[in-house]
């Protein structure tokens, strides 16, 4: 498989020279490869991650220039055969490791925490500075419904998951869903662009520094509802670095009840992707707690 990627990438970029690589496990969605230490280049896994890797290519050419945190430069891509293992994109690796929550657990500071807080805020709101008819018409993304969304990712689940669920955690499930779909929570939202997965492994830190050194992985990047990316964050590091976080974005607390609502969907969403794209990992991963 490395052999036949590397092929890929000299088929387009003859003139690159590759002295050593090797696989990056953590992508779920593409297969990762590392290049001279230096390069990243990412490859659907899948065919429906194809699109998204070119819509990812133009966002991050898009907000370059509006967000201060380090993202990637797509400065190599093929997408000339639209199939796994030919489709890429390549770009400077940035330094950095993924800040776990064992890492930032680990950090006896509170002013540092409090530092790592004000950088991943800061972030979001430069992105969410984005709205979402301008990037609508300046992408030509479509606009997203939040609650339409919500309703059909619960179709998703009933039709796909349900079988695989006990009795009582359906029910759960399903009031969860009711609750908010039918509630005030989804009323007058105004879309922004956002990142989309923003959890520990796509946010990179220097812990001689302890700041945060880059934001990685914009795959599932759209025009959303900001809340979705504090979940991430809510998700990834606990309650009490989200209670931190939010507190520092600009009327937080209108979108609090919205973000521990997209938070309790994660888990499912990820056992939903390993039933759509026969990820087994993927699935047990997300079912686990629900069987």
């Not at 925490?113 to 979001?124: G, I, K």
């Not at 695989?164 to 009711?178: G, T």
């Not at 509630?183 to 700041?211: C, Q, V, Y």
Request: hydrophobic fraction near 35%.
């Amino acid at each position: 498989m490395k052999n036949n990627l590397i092929k890929s990438i000299q088929l387009v970029y003859s003139d690159l020279p590759i002295e050593d690589f090797y696989v990056n496990e953590i992508g779920q969605n593409n297969d990762v490869l590392i290049i001279n230490n230096s390069l990243v280049f990412r490859f659907p896994k899948y065919r429906n991650g194809i699109k998204q890797l070119k819509r990812e290519t133009e966002i991050l050419n898009y907000i370059r220039d509006t967000v201060s945190t380090t993202v990637p430069n797509p400065l190599y891509h093929s997408f000339a055969e639209l199939e796994p293992g030919k489709v890429f994109t390549g770009y400077n690796l940035i330094e950095g490791v993924p800040l776990w929550k064992e890492s930032l657990d680990g950090i006896k500071s509170g002013e540092l925490v409090s530092v790592l807080a004000s950088q991943l805020v800061s972030f979001l709101k430069e992105l969410h500075s984005i709205r979402g008819d301008k990037a609508s018409q300046d992408l030509n993304l479509k606009t997203s419904n939040s609650r339409e969304e919500m309703y059909n990712l619960h179709n998703k689940i009933q039709s796909k998951l349900f079988p695989y669920i006990r009795k009582n955690a359906q029910e759960e499930i399903s009031h969860s869903f009711e609750t908010y779909l039918n509630g005030k929570a989804f009323s007058n939202l105004d879309s922004t662009l956002i990142h989309g997965d923003f959890g520990s492994s796509n946010i990179l830190w220097n812990p001689e520094t302890s700041r945060i050194s880059g934001i990685i992985d914009f795959g599932g990047s759209r025009l959303g509802d900001p809340a979705y990316d504090f979940a991430g964050i809510l998700s990834s590091y606990g309650k009490e670095f989200f209670d931190m976080c939010i507190d520092l974005y600009p009327n937080g607390d209108e979108i609090s009840e919205r973000v521990k609502f997209y938070e309790s969907t994660f888990a499912l969403q990820e056992a939903l992707h390993g039933v759509e794209n026969d990820d087994k990992q993927a699935f047990e991963n997300g079912i686990k707690d629900y069987r």
